[in-house]
Each structure stands twice: as structure tokens, then as C-alpha cells.
């Protein structure tokens, strides 16, 4: 991994150099678009409406328009915000970790310390797990000041951009000031459907379906040409149950799928080992 950033955790009077590295990098089959009638390559110009000539990324600055003219910012005039000098994650305060809301949660950030910051970083990582708290951060990057949340993972301590107030939108659906009700047996149904499916989340046992037929598309696409049978490459399953209108007829269906599923289990594993004998 390369490091994205440089800078360091300021608590009170502590002070722990770190690294910034991506946590995250994407799976997914890198694409660009083509011409239909001749496979051309489509690309794309940075013409100026102005002079009409095509302009290099150098040449490029940023400019907000007020409605009654056009205001240039430099490179150099961003660079100059105090907040873009920054290389400080400032720690502002300790709360609950359950008090972060999942819907602020943005991209997440490694944060690896200098050697000669191994033990306050460890200190900060330490007191964290005892306390059960995360630490709330500001901190400046790629042009942004940010909000953040600090916590530990396994023994990395990890950087979590936490969206801004007026980021998050408020929900306002009228159809659910609507009142309704849900019987006893509706809701003990559920119940039993959520017992079925209950487990520890695990995110290797996922994968990206999307993805993955879509590169076997491309194979496919490789080997036979134009002339491939998507049919053929892609049998679909069909769906056997029908449509369901009534709710507790779906949620007693559902239960009952799901117990046929627990019930064929040991008798795979049975299966497995007779054959094997």
C-alpha cells in the first residue's frame, strides 16, 4: 500500500505521527466506452467554449460562478486555506461508539504511526478498546476539512469520514404517517422468518454476483465472438413459488423454505460421507 497522507493525531498535549492509507479498493471489472458501428474508442475533450481550443489538465483552474460573474480560484489560492495547511487529525472528544449513526459513515482510512510513535499510538489504540469509546476528529483532505470518527480495528487504529449534519437528509415520507396495523400472528411469523435467517455476519461468505457474471460474460465473449448464446451462458433460475399477495401466506411460505433448507443440511453431509466410504 502507498501512503496517501501525511500527518498526526493531536489529544491534549499528545502527539502521534501517522500515515494515511486507503482501507478499501474496488473489485470491479474496469470498463470504458466504445463506438457500436466501429469499436472506436470514445474520448473525451477539455475544450474551452471560449476559444474553442482543447485544454491541457496544467492549464485548468476552478472557478464559482455567483450568478452575476465568474470567480477563478487558483491552485494557489486553494492551497492557501488555512485548513488545506492542516496535517493535523484533531481529536475533539470521546463518545459511545453506538452513538454514531451508519448512515454518516464515508470512506475508511488506515493509519499506520512513525516508528518513533509506536507507543502513544498504542496508548490511544489501548484506551479506546478499555473505554469502549471513539474518538470524534476534524481533520483536513483533498481540499475538504472533515469530520471523522477514530476507532480501533484488530490493532490498527482505523479513520472513518462521518458526513456532515446538513449532509444527511431527512427521510419524509408521507405514506408512513399513514397508520397501520400488524397482527400478533404477522409479527410472530416474522419473527420465526428472522430466527431462520439469523447468524454472524460474515462478509467472505458474500460475493458480487454482478461481477462475477459479468466477467464470465467477457470470457464467454472472448472465446465465442459476437455469436454467444447469453441463454446458454446464463441459466436462469426459475422462480417456482408464483406471486404471493398475502402477507402471511409469504411469510409462512418463507419460514417453511427456509426450514426444508436446515433439514436438507445433515443429509448432505450424510451423503458425503457413505459416498466416501
Not at 467554449?49 to 477563478?72: L, M, P
Not at 459513515?105 to 507507543?119: C, I, N, Q, R, T
Request: hydrophobic share 40%; charged share 35%; glycine share 6%.
Amino acid at each position: 500500500m502507498r501512503a496517501i497522507w501525511k500527518g498526526a493525531i493531536s489529544f491534549g498535549l499528545v502527539n502521534v505521527p501517522v500515515k494515511l492509507y486507503s482501507a478499501t479498493q474496488s473489485h470491479d471489472v474496469s470498463l470504458h466506452q466504445v463506438h457500436d458501428e466501429d469499436g472506436g474508442r470514445i474520448r473525451y475533450e477539455r475544450r474551452c467554449e471560449i476559444c474553442k481550443e482543447i485544454v491541457a489538465y496544467k492549464n485548468i483552474d476552478k472557478a464559482y460562478d455567483s450568478g452575476e460573474k465568474t470567480i477563478v480560484l487558483t491552485d494557489e489560492d486553494l492551497a492557501s486555506l488555512p485548513a488545506e495547511r492542516s496535517h493535523e487529525i484533531d481529536v475533539v472528544e470521546f463518545v459511545p461508539a453506538d452513538q454514531i449513526d451508519v448512515l454518516r459513515l464515508g470512506s475508511p482510512y488506515f493509519l499506520e504511526p512513525e516508528e518513533k510513535a509506536l507507543k502513544p499510538y498504542t496508548l490511544l489504540r489501548q484506551a479506546l478498546e478499555d473505554t469502549e469509546r471513539t474518538a470524534i476528529v476534524t481533520f483536513a483532505l483533498r481540499n475538504r476539512t472533515r469530520l471523522g470518527a477514530l476507532r480501533v480495528r484488530d490493532d490498527v487504529l482505523v479513520l472513518q469520514v462521518l458526513l456532515w449534519d446538513d449532509e444527511v437528509r431527512a427521510a419524509d415520507f408521507p405514506v408512513l404517517e399513514k397508520k397501520t396495523k400488524v397482527t400478533e400472528k404477522e409479527l410472530a411469523m416474522a419473527g420465526q422468518l428472522i430466527e431462520s435467517l439469523a447468524g454472524d455476519f460474515d462478509a467472505a461468505a458474500f460475493t458480487d454476483d454482478y461481477q462475477e457474471q459479468l466477467r464470465t460474460l467477457i470470457e464467454a465473449k472472448e472465446k465465442a465472438g459476437e455469436g454467444i448464446d447469453t441463454e446458454s451462458t446464463f441459466a436462469e433460475k426459475e422462480d417456482e413459488g408464483g406471486e404471493v399477495v398475502d402477507l402471511m401466506e409469504a411469510l409462512r411460505r418463507s419460514v417453511e423454505a427456509r426450514k426444508g433448507e436446515s433439514s436438507d443440511k445433515p443429509r448432505k453431509k450424510a451423503a458425503k460421507k457413505k459416498s466416501s466410504a
